[in-house]
């Protein structure tokens, strides 16, 4: 079966400017989780949908901001870019709402703001 | 803060040998810890888990080993082969939470050589 899309898979924004990534997860999966991924952090928990809710969050500002449709698709929109969001964002999917379930992950979108 | 800490950036070992990838954690609460295998350009793949009620897990060549009072993981690969060249990135949840927040290490590259 198809695994999990993200797109557009490269872009490049201005600061300032605002930005919408889009994850499509593998067909069944109804959690989709975000991390960003920057050289020297490692990847970093952004925030988890299931059942177009926002289940967890992590330690990012309020301009990162996500959502997911009826059909478990979800997107997430950081606002008024800055420099240091430049980085890899990776959409995760799972089957499960529960603790078991490891989760795949896309290919990811890679942010250049200049 | 830096909760789960990958000291190695970088790691070269022959083809046939063994590789050894360290990993240590800070938060006493996490209770399950895993591996995921990153190629460029792609997203991480999951690799291997341990729960905390387990010392050693085993599937094929990698072995994860888990020592709780040291706070300590490390994954064993025997032998190493080429297509192994990667960045390995260990990670952890707390079970009673979700597993889809992971907190990752900053990842080790690991380089086979012939």
């Known amino acids: 079966k198809a695994g999990v899309t993200q797109t557009p898979r490269y872009l490049i924004k201005t600061r300032g400017q605002q930005v919408t990534l889009s994850c499509s997860p593998i067909?069944?999966?109804?959690?989709v989780s975000w991390y960003q991924q920057t050289p020297g952090q490692g990847l970093q928990f952004l925030f988890e949908y299931f059942s177009e809710t926002q289940r967890n969050k992590g330690n990012f500002p309020g301009r990162f901001s996500g959502r997911q449709f009826s059909n478990s698709r979800s997107e997430m929109n950081v606002s008024t870019l800055e420099l240091g969001d430049s980085a890899l964002y990776l959409c995760a999917s799972r089957h499960g709402q529960g603790n078991t379930g490891e989760l795949f992950f896309g290919e990811g979108s890679r942010l250049t703001v200049l | 803060d830096q909760q789960v800490k990958q000291n190695s950036p970088s790691l070269s070992v022959q083809e046939g040998r063994i590789s050894i990838l360290n990993c240590d954690y800070t938060n006493s609460m996490f209770d399950y810890f895993l591996w995921y295998k990153k190629y460029p350009a792609e997203g991480p793949t999951f690799l291997i888990s341990i729960s905390s009620i387990k010392d050693k897990n085993e599937d094929g060549r990698f072995t994860v080993f888990l020592n709780k009072s040291a706070k300590h993981l490390s994954l064993h690969i025997v032998p190493s082969q080429p297509g192994d060249s990667a960045v390995y990135f260990c990670a952890a949840s707390i079970r009673t939470g979700t597993a889809s927040k992971l907190t990752f290490g900053t990842g080790t590259r690991l380089q086979v050589t012939l």
């Open positions: 067909s069944g999966h109804r959690s």
